[in-house]
């Protein structure tokens, strides 16, 4: 297979939400789609999900189309579902599980039979018989269901000629549900962020000068388990209590103010409301420590997380999902249900009062950023849009089925996360078939660094 496409600037439809659309992937997409636009090699036009389809008329070369588990993609699912789309897509997946992308974006506005369609598409039969049981008016647990056993993503990743994914996680259930799949591992990116003086930034958005201080910031919701971060503080002496700040906004009747109020933690926690890009670094510069508990997961990797751990933050994280991914050196991982809040309550005691952990795990969050700045994970996406737009993504995914074939008679090595047919083997794959006769392309250098 050779390239049709003449050696030029490679031009690509970016789609995806960017500010001011409040959605947990625009700030990712404003500082990657930065990056990709200071790359002389790229064309770069954005697209928001509402447009996507204008991006087939274009001409592009190949389209970036990020996706997570919101209605607001919907949109792009369906440019991307189009019978009469020839541009070739790179989808990145924020989130393995997209359930509710389809369930909000047609169950909740009277279009039942296209979220029938979704259901069957991702999941053939099995996918059929889930979607008819509403069809009697039965309730259909949608909201209440275990989000792994129906994600509906398949369609979306069969769709797309190559798919990224931001952890090893995600990559693997990717695979496993598609083994021939030409699947990535590009982590998030961690920009560089603004400081502002303590004294400054504390003064700024209300913080005591004197107390050492966590925060939660991004979307609040009942995934997020605030409500176990307060438990925990309740739990604590006052003498030995982090003063606690809360940004995301929440409603004046939301269980997390009658948990303050019923707590008696009115001095010790502040809501802080939706944040601005620039409070929300002023929050990062007051801050001792963050906070980002999350069950269930969908399989995302949080952007929140990768920016403040970037800031020099230590973390405290749920032991679950993309998480358990994080380093122990700036990652406390709280184990879900049983002792949670017993777990948390010392470790952020720990965090706020011993000065030298706080500052070791601070620079080892720093370091962790380093080879994650935009422009390093730009050069990664640059390698995988060229490889869509020249026609190799399909025949390289072609190596992860034959490596899972391999790994079922016995043949190869287990891959580097314990897996037997994930992109470490087929990337081996692919490097002898195109050495031996050309039928692959050879593996980029930028790709075999994310590996």
């Known amino acids: 297979m050779t390239s049709s ?28 789609l930065s990056s990709l636009s200071k790359n002389s090699s790229l064309s770069l036009r954005p697209y928001e999900p509402p447009s996507a389809r204008e991006a087939l008329s274009a001409a592009h070369d190949v389209l970036l189309v990020q996706i997570g588990n919101d209605p607001l993609h919907a949109p792009s699912v369906e440019m991307l579902f189009d019978p009469k789309r020839r541009t070739p897509a790179v989808v990145v997946l924020h989130e393995f599980v997209l359930h509710h992308l389809f369930a909000a974006a047609y169950l909740t506005r009277s279009r039942p039979e296209d979220y029938a369609l979704e259901l069957e598409r991702a999941h053939g039969a099995r996918g059929r018989a889930f979607a008819s049981t509403g069809q009697d008016g039965s309730y259909v647990p949608v909201w209440d269901l275990d989000p792994w056993l129906y994600p509906m993503s398949a369609g979306v990743i069969r769709a797309a000629e190559a798919v990224v994914a931001h952890s090893a996680l995600v990559t693997g259930a990717i695979l496993g549900e598609c083994p021939g799949t030409r699947a990535l591992t590009i982590p998030q990116h961690v920009a560089p962020a603004p400081r ?30 605030i409500v176990k971060i307060l438990e925990a503080l309740a739990s ?15 409603a004046d009747d939301d269980v997390l103010r009658s948990t303050v109020r019923e707590n008696g933690l009115d001095a010790d926690v502040k809501f802080g409301g939706y944040l601005s890009e620039e409070d929300l670094w002023r929050a990062a510069s007051a801050a001792t420590f963050a906070v980002n508990l999350r069950h269930p997961t969908m399989g995302e990797t949080s952007h929140a997380v990768c920016r403040l751990a970037g800031f020099g933050l230590p973390l405290i994280v749920s032991d679950t999902g993309w998480f358990r991914e994080l380093p122990d050196a700036f990652a406390d991982k709280i184990p879900i249900g049983g002792d949670e809040v017993a777990y948390l309550a010392r470790t952020m005691e720990r965090l706020a009062f011993d000065e030298d952990l706080t500052r070791e795990r601070g620079r080892a969050a720093s370091a962790w950023a380093v080879p994650r700045r935009p422009e390093r994970i730009a050069e990664a996406y640059q390698a995988v849009l060229e490889e869509a737009a020249d026609g190799w993504s399909r025949p390289r995914g072609t190596s992860s089925r034959v490596a899972e074939a391999l790994a079922r008679l016995g043949v190869g090595q287990r891959g580097i996360h314990g897996a037997t047919s994930r992109m470490p083997d087929a990337t081996l794959l692919a490097e002898v078939a195109s050495r031996a006769a050309g039928i692959l392309p050879r593996v980029p250098e930028k790709e075999r660094e994310f590996s």
């Open 5 to 32: 496409r003449v050696k030029r600037r490679l031009s690509v439809g970016f789609i995806g939400p960017l500010p001011p659309t409040r959605s947990g992937i625009a700030d990712y997409d404003a500082e990657i």
């Open 196 to 225: 502002t003086p303590l004294a400054e930034a504390r003064e700024a958005l209300g913080f005591p000068r004197d107390r050492p201080a966590g925060i939660t910031l991004g979307i609040v919701s009942p995934a997020k388990r």
């Open 236 to 250: 604590l002496p006052h003498e030995r209590r982090p003063f606690f700040f809360i940004g995301g906004a929440v």
